[in-house]
């Protein structure tokens, strides 16, 4: 007999205790047919196991955390995560890339909502220092994330999550002549380069809030380096 891994989510773990899925109740707009239910089923099931490997990875780090207590911790089975992952590494590569749909989310509503484009491009810079102070944004996305990754990957997932929101506030911050015209491409590059070195130094800082402060001042001064100049009298 064929068991689908996500109804295998429900058997013992090591210690013979179950940990059942939340129940699932008819979705809106599906007739209530097997197939919408198991697709339900198993978005779940991929959901707990990112949640369970964050919380692991964000406690420990990537290296001293196995894929076995990932499982015992979460209640399902070997079958169910290979099911869903590759392995240990792609698991972790969801798991960030969560993190970093969130903190995009997070900047967003600061960037994009605010009636300033520059203050609002500057608030989202202030909001993403913040989240440098995280311990799970620390451990998982700004030192394990490039190891485990390899830079060029780890890169290509921040520049995919964050470089079209750079883009946005400083396209609205020069169209109402708060930043002097130049290649927003060209600069929403150099915005997020310098975004990420600052996340790192702050992530590798003995004193993390000092650094979260000087990288504050730092990135201030670079916004207000785009402004135009002031108009001269006299």
């Known amino acids: 007999?064929?068991?689908?891994?996500?109804?295998?989510?429900?058997?013992?773990?090591?210690?013979?205790?179950?940990?059942?899925?939340?129940?699932?109740?008819?979705?809106?707009?599906?007739?209530?047919?097997p197939g919408g239910l198991q697709a339900e089923r198993s978005r779940r099931t991929r959901a707990l196991l990112v949640a369970t490997a964050r919380e692991l990875f964000a406690e420990r780090g990537y290296a001293a955390v196995t894929t076995e207590e990932i499982v015992r911790r979460s209640g399902l089975t070997r079958g169910a995560l290979y099911h869903h992952f590759d392995g240990k590494r792609d698991l972790f590569r969801e798991v960030f890339e969560e993190m970093e749909r969130e903190l995009t989310e997070r900047v967003a509503t600061d960037v994009l909502a605010s009636h300033d484009p520059s203050a609002g491009l500057v608030a989202g810079l202030e909001l993403f220092l913040d989240a440098c102070l995280e311990p799970?944004?620390?451990?998982?996305?700004?030192?394990?994330?490039?190891?485990?990754?390899?830079?060029?990957?780890?890169h290509e997932i921040e520049a995919r999550h964050g470089l079209g929101l750079i883009e946005a506030g400083l396209r609205g911050a020069m169209e109402v002549g708060q930043i002097t015209e130049q290649p927003v491409a060209a600069l929403s590059h150099v915005l997020l380069g310098a975004m990420i070195e600052a996340g790192l130094y702050v992530a590798?800082?003995?004193?993390?809030?000092?650094?979260?402060?000087?990288?504050?001042?730092?990135?201030?001064r670079l916004i207000d380096g785009l402004r135009p100049p002031e108009p001269r009298h006299g």
Do not use: H, K, Y
């Open 204 to 220: 590798r800082a003995e004193d993390r809030r000092s650094a979260r402060a000087e990288m504050s001042l730092v990135l201030r």
């Open 136 to 154: 799970d944004v620390q451990r998982i996305a700004l030192v394990d994330a490039p190891a485990v990754l390899g830079w060029d990957e780890w």
């Open 1 to 33: 007999m064929n068991v689908n891994p996500d109804d295998a989510a429900r058997e013992p773990d090591a210690r013979g205790n179950r940990r059942e899925l939340p129940q699932v109740g008819r979705i809106r707009g599906e007739s209530g047919a």
